[in-house]
């Protein structure tokens, strides 16, 4: 499914998201959410909230707020746009999962548990922090 289809799938409520497929979820994520707004505070734009978008995929606020989080450490490090400069409609070159891992040991995804450390950016990984 491409990525115009997966935000319409989720604009209608009917995304099935494939949960492995960790960029492309990702960059998904970072189009769509807007964090929790504190208290007194509104979302901006056409955003939804990451609990909202848990609903409509099937999954946990946790794990999405984990992608969005990946998603910005990777941004850090200059490998894709900051989530507030994606458009929707607007190409985004992913990085090659072969290269640059999403998930595992060397991958900026960590885990949706609040007890995981945070993704390490290039710096960290190259420091040996993990």
Not at 2 to 10: E, I, K, P, T
Not at 17 to 23: A, F, H, K, N, S
Not at 68 to 73: I, P
Not at 94 to 119: A, E
Request: hydrophobic share 35%.
């Amino acid at each position: 499914m491409d990525v115009g289809s997966r935000q319409a799938a989720l604009e209608s409520g009917s995304l099935e998201v494939d949960l492995r497929d960790g960029w492309r979820m990702a960059l998904l994520v970072a189009r769509n959410v807007e964090p929790e707004p504190g208290p007194g505070q509104r979302g901006a734009g056409r955003r939804i909230s990451a609990r909202e978008f848990a609903r409509r995929a099937g999954t946990s606020h946790k794990r999405v707020m984990a992608y969005l989080r990946a998603w910005e450490c990777a941004a850090e490090d200059g490998l894709v746009p900051h989530a507030g400069q994606l458009a929707t409609g607007v190409d985004v070159r992913l990085p090659d999962g072969s290269q640059i891992p999403f998930f595992g040991p060397d991958g900026y995804y960590r885990c949706y548990d609040s007890s995981c450390p945070t993704p390490l950016s290039a710096h960290g990984r190259q420091s040996g922090a993990l």
